[in-house]
């Protein structure tokens, strides 16, 4: 099957899947625990940065379809024009094709897997 957003570049992609991401991790947080900002923002951090971004995409890709790894693999292959401040390039890499993976389903309206994959995510960090 294929798609408009098929034909978008991957850093496009991860450009969408970034501010996705972020707004989940926020929206996440705000409702675990009504904090100062201060709090939140710091905890918030520690989910949105390439080294977090990597490990996540590890633990997600055996729930992954074929697509979506295939997605994730194009974002993960981009040349992305910035490197890591707090990362290892691979890192780097590995987090722009989460990102890229996010924008893509969001793109696709496919809200419901976004919070699947979310959820998964927040599964790791938070294990209750």
Known sequence: MHNKTDEYSPLTLAFVGDGVFD????????????????????EKVSMVNCKSQAQFAQRLMPHLTEKETAV???GRNAAPKTIAKNGTV?????ATGLECLFGYLYLNG????????FDLIVGLVFPE
């Open 72 to 74: 994730y693999k194009r």
């Open 23 to 42: 707004l989940l991790v926020r929206a996440y947080l705000a409702r675990r625990a009504n904090r100062p900002v201060g709090e939140l923002n710091k």
């Open 90 to 94: 691979a890192e780097y890499h590995s």
């Open 110 to 117: 496919e809200r419901e897997r976004v919070g699947e994959l």
